[in-house]
């Protein structure tokens, strides 16, 4: 029965960062692997797409096994509810106060926030204590670590801010969102 429930939270967390489609000329791919074989992890993806927006946030949360897990499927509810609901610009502050609002003992995360529009490539990245995003260049056929200002992680002090960078994705270009 436990073996079951833990099948059936990540099911859940996988089907809340199922890839949206997308125009013909954009393509995404998505790979989440949990260590040591476990069956899940605090590792989990979000996916939005709202007209000509495609967003997309990676978080990792604190902590390892069912804890960790169960963590990832309430935040993982909470961060689908925001995405495409505000600004791009607000989507880390809501999320570093939901997380407070949790007071959980071992409650932070890190998260990398990415948002790209359809039509025009322009893309805008922000990070919350989460490893930077790397971008392709078809047009030099390199990849370049983005710098970003980061910002802290989710969960730890209110009002503080969460930088995000801005650029334009030319055709065959490429963005990368990792974790460990």
Request: proline residues 4%; glycine residues 14%; negative net charge.
């Amino acid at each position: 029965l436990g073996e079951s429930m833990l099948v059936d939270l990540r099911d859940r967390l996988r089907t809340q960062g199922e890839l949206p489609d997308l125009p013909p000329e954009w393509g995404a791919e998505l790979s989440v692997l949990s260590a040591y074989g476990d069956s899940f992890s605090g590792d989990f993806v979000v996916t939005s797409r709202s007209g000509d927006t495609f967003e997309v946030v990676l978080v990792d949360v604190s902590g390892k096994g069912v804890a960790a897990g169960t963590r990832s499927l309430l935040l993982s509810g909470a961060f689908g509810g925001l995405l495409g609901a505000m600004s791009v610009d607000r989507f880390l502050p809501a999320a570093n106060s939901y997380l407070l609002r949790q007071h959980w003992d071992e409650g932070f995360a890190t998260a990398a926030h990415a948002s790209i529009n359809l039509r025009t490539g322009e893309f805008s990245i922000g990070s919350a204590g989460h490893p930077p995003a790397v971008r392709f260049s078809a047009g030099s056929g390199r990849w370049e670590i983005l710098e970003v200002e980061e910002g802290p992680v989710l969960g730890v002090t209110e009002r503080l801010g969460f930088p995000r960078t801005r650029g334009v994705l030319g055709r065959g270009d490429a963005l990368l969102l990792y974790t460990d």
